[in-house]
């Protein structure tokens, strides 16, 4: 990504990240300078529910991913996404955090493409 946005030349980028995904998240700003990659990330979503999001969806008549209907509720890259199951998602207590949980086997919650200081080698061993 960031490979892409300094060839493009790209000044910003829009990422539909919410707080109430994960901790890193919850400490995001809806507006921030990523220093490292010199360009703006706008959260435009951060403070957006699940109630929110089902909403407005329904609002403007517009259709979810089709792999919701998959069992899939936190779309990701292809090696760390999966349906939920039983297993993965087995408390009681619903959630958008637990909802994470279909990521990376439920090992961590974020890849590294919304955080400025992702370890690379880290996440390659993945």
Known sequence: MARALRELGAEAMLAGV????????????RITLNHAQK???????????QEDIDNYLAKHNLPYHPLKR??????GDKHST????KSSNSSTD?????????RFGGKRQECGLHTERANVAELSAL
């Open 39 to 49: 360009h703006y990330r706008i959260h435009p979503l951060l403070h957006w529910t």
């Open 18 to 29: 919410r707080g109430k995904q994960t901790k890193h998240r919850s400490g995001l700003e």
């Open 82 to 85: 999966k349906p939920v199951t």
């Open 70 to 75: 998959l069992g899939y509720v936190s779309i």
């Open 94 to 102: 619903k959630n958008e955090a637990n909802d994470r949980n279909t």
